[in-house]
């Protein structure tokens, strides 16, 4: 019982935050860290298992991720490929739940900042060790998961996410899905899982530097140990 003490479910929501925070940016930064898919066009073969040159490829990935953005206006256009209205249809739902992360992100800064300063202020560095543990937990459940059952995984997401079939592409009517294969997206995910990790490991040698810094070892408001 004296274990659990130690544990604060503001501190537990604070994690929560944490959590949202590191995953919105994985999310944002992967979608954006372009060099990984060209990475990917290399290592997958992409443009001999296609047919198209790699240039076209580039293009029309990188017009997809330029629509993606929050700050694109505009309608969604292929340089050389083209694209069923399902498929646009799709494209655009995707960006919404882009988009719901960029403001996830600036909501949860929004309001971990004055938690920070507050707890700052109070010298509790505790929330540091327990929201680094919070945050790391989602992201292996998951990484688990993928690691078990990659194909079903992502057929689930795609249930879960989208209230439609438009996800299931017909390589004829859209054949952006080509260059497009199942392994770019594990590697994305595979990208997203270790950005939280790391954030999540920064946060704890955080937590070590300001304890070890400032020499505390007893919350102030009921002696516990953090």
Known sequence: MKRLKRFKLSDLLIGVLFALLFISLGLIFTINFRPLYYMDVKLLNIAENTGYPKDD?????????????????????????????????????????????????AVSIIFLVPIIIIKYRKRDISYLLISSITAIVLPLIVGLFL????????????????????????????????????????????????????????????????KRRSGIRYRKSNGIKI
């Open 57 to 105: 490829i580039i293009k029309n990935y990188n017009a997809l991720i330029d629509y993606s953005s929050p700050f694109y206006k505009g309608e969604l256009s292929f340089p050389t490929l083209d694209a069923s209205p399902s498929g646009l249809q799709h494209f655009k739902e995707v960006k919404d739940i882009f988009i719901f992360f960029y403001g996830l992100c």
């Open 147 to 210: 690691a078990i059952d990659f194909d079903k995984s992502f057929i689930v997401f795609h249930k879960l996410f989208f209230n439609n079939d438009y996800w299931i592409f017909d390589p004829i009517t859209d054949p952006i899905i080509n260059i497009l294969p199942a392994t770019f997206f594990l590697h994305c995910a595979i990208s997203i899982i270790l950005f939280v990790i790391l954030a999540s490991l920064v946060l704890y040698l955080i937590y070590l530097y300001l």
